[in-house]
């Protein structure tokens, strides 16, 4: 032991999971000490409800919607599961023969859910990451109706869909828009998308894991069949307990979500120090309208597992490739569509700033990384010598 204070770790992996907000944690404390089923008619359960009614309307602000058009679930895997049916409908609307999904989208739609394997068509992006919107028209164009699902904004790179564009185009060719607004939801506006359904999760926002929504973003959106069925709760759209904690740390969370200039000159500071240190690196969908808290970068040479432990071991979190379940580090179905360079995908680094980043930490992320890569680069060259 050296008696040196351990000094604070850096954490840049808002995309994973931002860390709980105050108010977030707050809200979540006070409706644990209720510890009440809203369901019940007595005065602890109607505060409870009430609880979750405040959360309702906050996230349904976050977004510009109705509060009656939110339906929470436990996050947005199960909200997508619950939007991508073919029995969603709306505006005179009902029933699609397929989906079509943008192939940078979350696994958590890519999957396609209650549509069969051979229903789902997967559009290709171009090399920005934005969606190929002729492939788009063509794919409309050559069946019925379709739903359609792209996220706003991509949780690896920060690129950014035009969303109110497809949404526009796909209302034209008589589909609907779910958009996947799991990231962008609190980090740009995301009021006025135009699309169908929007789905959200509590957790990238400063809330509790647990907590996510579908919303019906315009009037006129009639819901598919219930996939939890029994209590009727979330007007029989979601039957189970509502998580009144989780739900209610989601709308504090979402309600102090404001998106603002802040966090972007942070990730421009970033990405400059990036630069000045490797002229070479590639920041991935640069070219694109981007999150302004997302860099997704490589440096030729350099394997990100490798940078990514020596960060780790310096005290910076950062998130490389896209970790799965196992926390083990798998290719990017991301980056491959885009078509990047195996040599770069193989060393992509994510670094996500978030609510509670400040210039110091782009400071320590700087030095760590210099030191880092100078470190790589004097063992390839002795590896080479
Ligand atoms: N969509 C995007 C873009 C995400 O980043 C994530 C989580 O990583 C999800 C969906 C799934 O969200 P949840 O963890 O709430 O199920």
Not at 37 to 55: D, K, T
Not at 306 to 320: F, K, T
Request: glycine residues 12%; hydrophobic residues 50%.
């Amino acid at each position: 032991m050296t008696g040196q204070p351990a000094r604070p770790r850096v954490y840049l992996d808002h995309n994973a999971t931002a860390p709980l907000r105050p108010e977030a944690r707050a809200a979540a404390g006070a409706a644990m000490d209720l510890a009440c089923n809203p369901s019940s008619v007595h005065a602890e359960g109607r505060r409870a409800r009430a609880l979750v009614e405040e959360a309702r309307s906050r996230v349904a602000s976050l977004v510009g919607a109705a509060p009656a058009g939110v339906v929470f679930t436990s996050g947005a895997t199960e909200a997508a599961a619950f939007a991508l049916t073919p029995d969603l409908g709306g505006d005179g609307r009902r029933g699609f023969g397929r989906l079509l999904v943008c192939a940078t989208d979350h696994a958590a739609v890519l999957h396609g859910h209650r549509f069969q394997r051979d229903a789902v068509t997967v559009l290709p992006v171009l090399p920005d990451g934005l969606l190929d919107r002729d492939a788009l028209g063509d794919a409309l164009a050559a069946g019925g109706p379709a739903l359609v699902a792209v996220q706003a904004a991509n949780n690896e790179t920060g690129v950014i869909q035009p969303v109110r564009e497809i949404a526009a185009t796909v209302r034209s060719a008589g589909g609907m828009l779910v958009c996947d607004a799991v990231q962008a939801a609190g980090r740009i506006d995301c009021r006025d998308f135009g699309a169908d359904v929007l789905l959200l999760s509590g957790h990238k926002l400063g809330g509790l894991a647990g907590a996510g929504a579908a919303v019906a973003a315009t009037p006129d959106v009639v819901w598919g069949a219930a996939m939890l069925r029994g209590g009727g709760q979330e007007r029989g759209r979601r039957a189970g307990t509502e998580n009144v904690a989780a739900i209610a740390a989601f709308g504090a969370a979402a309600a102090a979500s404001a998106p603002g200039p802040a966090v972007g000159a942070l990730r421009d500071r970033f990405e400059a120090a990036l630069l000045a240190l490797a002229p070479d690196a590639e920041i991935f969908g640069r070219g694109a309208p981007r999150l302004p808290n997302t860099s997704a970068f490589a440096v030729p040479g350099v394997v990100a597992e490798r940078l990514l432990m020596a960060l780790d071991l310096d005290g910076v979190a950062v998130s490389s490739g896209s970790a799965c379940a196992s926390g083990k580090v798998a290719g990017s179905h991301v980056l491959d569509a885009m078509k990047v360079k195996t040599d770069f995908t193989s060393g992509a680094i994510r670094v996500s700033f978030g609510w509670d980043s400040v210039a110091a930490d782009v400071d320590r992320i700087v030095h760590v990384l210099g030191t880092a890569l100078h470190r790589m680069r004097r063992g390839r060259l002795r590896a080479a010598a």
